[in-house]
């Protein structure tokens, strides 16, 4: 466990020339004052951890929570991760995602918590993504990859996974993965902030640590943050990184649109959660997915796949001359009673019918909303501000930032150092209305707001 499998990805290990940082003007110097609002989250606190390792000296998060935040969606049980990316260089997350599982299985902060089971992901009939995934696999094998194996059929599925014997798969076939499987998500987060403590970072947290809005300088460049107790927080850097949040805090022109899915539990007994030790995690694009029991406290996590929700509200982030529309996140932590719509709720039970029958009519326990945020090709938007100078967009993670947390943050200080090669910087730019060009977004139906749906609210 925790150990990723001898094959590597080949191109990952030395820096193509299209990989060498094109040298630009640094953001920040080790000695600058940086604030991280949203530093108890994913790319916040991954930020703070690449940034102090550089030996950055005056480091601060901001958040509502201390590590791991509430707010964040890595605030959860356990997150996909796993080396079955193909991005290389290009495409989604600029080939950062292809390294990602390499450093949760070598960095000392994160090993504890990668749980290398391996991880299906499957499709249901003769499909184009079917032959997606078959296609993903013979490059992968083209590319000298051998913990791949491609799933035929529904006996290839159950050889693999031999917990679904009797499920109702008929047809289903996809890619199994050797290399991944789960991450434990907020005890990683948790782990990030110990060694935060370690290094020296310091952190405001609850009124003080709440972002209120910018302090600007006369030429109306960023001089700090002010939170909502009044606190007044001087910098020369300030990181945006506030997942779901950031498109509230500070106006991004439309560019981030936050969204919630939702997860439910139920509780094993000891018996049956040792029966399902070590099982891959299994993703179905159709029914969705689920994951091994944790073994501390037997709960087996299962999600549906859906396009998830939206939460349209009127606001006006800073920097937006009147208020807006904008979707909001529904904190759970602050709405403890929410749960999750019925719609939602009967596909969590279809997908224990089709894959668990054993587990049918299980009460469906610890129901809630995560809320992430989405940029119209699922791209982050990692740049300098070009209204407000001194202040850094790390944010739009597009529901996939969890499994890069032990490298997200060095794309962040590279881009801070001046560092990051220009091909990231093009892909991460500051890009209001440039939409979807390479249909690299999640696609599909439109999401559904919660005020047209029932069954999630019991304030």
């Known amino acids: ?122 499709t249901s009939g003769d499909t184009a993504r079917a032959k997606a995934l078959r296609q993903k696999y013979e490059t992968f094998v083209s590319l000298g990859r051998t913990e791949f194996e491609w799933l035929a059929n529904e006996d290839d ?55 209120s809005s910018l302090l600007l300088k006369e030429d109306g460049s960023v001089r700090g943050v002010k939170t909502v107790d009044g606190t007044e927080w001087d910098a020369d850097l300030v990181v945006l990184a506030a997942g779901a949040w950031s498109p509230v805090l500070v106006d991004l022109e439309g560019q981030c649109t936050s969204k919630c899915w939702v997860y439910a539990h139920i509780q094993l007994t000891p018996e049956e959660a040792e029966a399902m030790k070590g099982v891959p ?84 326990i610890n129901q809630a909303m995560c809320w992430c945020t989405d940029t119209d090709d699922a791209n982050w938007l990692l740049c300098e501000h070009p209204r407000f100078k001194g202040l850094v967009l790390a944010t739009g993670d597009s529901g996939h930032s969890f499994k890069m947390l032990p490298v997200v943050g060095n794309e962040v200080a590279d881009l801070i150092e001046g560092k990051m090669p220009e091909k990231k910087r093009q892909l991460w730019r500051y890009r209001p209305g440039a939409g979807d060009p390479n249909g690299t977004g999640r696609g599909g139906p439109e999401p559904k707001d919660l005020a047209d749906v029932d069954g999630w609210r019991h304030d």
């Open 157 to 211: 599925i159950k050889r693999k996974a031999p917990h679904l014997k009797d499920a109702d798969i008929a047809g289903w076939r996809g890619l199994y993965c050797a290399s991944g499987g789960w991450v434990a998500a907020a005890d990683a987060l948790n782990s990030v902030g110990t060694e935060l403590e370690k290094l020296g970072v310091k952190s405001a947290f609850g009124p003080s640590g709440t972002f």
């Open 281 to 364: 995690t299994m993703y179905n694009n159709e029914y969705g997915f689920f994951f091994e029991p944790r073994p501390d406290s037997h709960l087996l996590k299962l999600c549906n796949e859906f396009p998830g929700y939206t939460n349209y509200t009127t606001v006006q982030p800073f920097g937006a001359a009147k208020p807006i529309k904008l979707s909001v996140p529904r904190s759970h932590a602050q709405n403890p009673t929410d749960t999750m719509p019925t719609e939602v709720l009967d596909e969590i039970k279809r997908l224990v019918k089709k894959c668990l029958p054993h587990l049918e009519g299980r009460e469906l």
């Open 1 to 122: 466990m925790g150990q990723s499998a001898s094959s590597k990805p080949s191109s990952t290990s030395t820096p193509t020339r299209s990989d060498k940082p094109d040298v630009t003007p640094p953001l920040a110097s080790k000695s600058s004052k940086i604030l991280i609002v949203g530093g108890g989250g994913t790319m916040g606190s991954s930020t703070a951890l690449h940034l102090a390792r550089r030996g950055f000296e005056d480091i601060r998060i901001l958040d509502v929570y201390p590590i791991p935040s509430k707010n964040s969606a890595g605030y959860d049980l356990n997150k996909i991760a796993g080396a079955d990316s193909i991005g290389l260089f290009g495409g989604v997350f600029g080939g950062v995602r292809d390294v990602a599982w390499d450093a949760w299985t070598s960095d000392p902060v994160f090993i504890p918590y990668a749980h290398n089971v391996g991880k299906m992901d499957l």
